[in-house]
């Protein structure tokens, strides 16, 4: 199973994504995003780990993404530090390609999506996560300029 895409009722009540989405559906505006002038990490620090934030460069188009951080136990599981590049250095193309429609998905829809996929990993086998992506507006308006990453294999939980 390289990518699939799947419902967040297929995700285990315990894994990072799905209580990164019961944060979302508490505090999401009614814009139906979250607001970055309200997020607060400490809210979600068990989550922390897990996370991926990228933010859409202004005027670029199509969009470019640069990854403002990630997580320690997301490059631990990728196997390098994504904080500063642009989405698709480290990435084979088909697999940024993928990411970028994902994301332009989500900015269109207004609504996360959920995935499970297997990542390859260097002189490993492969390991099976989920992963679900969340709109976020940084400024104060409803306009999505940063996205919310949680990825973790299958078999974590939070408490």
Known sequence: MPFQAIQAEVIPEGHPVRAYL????DHKTKAGVLSG???DPLAVASLLPWLL???????SHPPVYRYRFAGPKCCELFGID??????????????AERRRQEFHEVVEGR????????????GKE?????????PLAKQDSDYIDQLH??????????G
Request: aromatic share 10%; glycine share 6%.
């Open 82 to 95: 994504y904080t500063g590049k642009l989405l698709g250095d480290d990435l084979p193309v088909e697999a």
């Open 149 to 158: 990453v949680v990825i973790a294999p299958v078999d974590e939980a939070v």
């Open 53 to 59: 934030i990228l933010d859409d460069l202004p005027r």
């Open 126 to 134: 492969h390991k099976q996560i989920y992963r679900g992506v969340f």
């Open 37 to 39: 002038q309200e997020f």
């Open 111 to 122: 609504v996360p999506v959920f995935a499970r996929a297997n990542i390859p990993l260097p």
């Open 22 to 25: 019961r944060h979302f559906e």
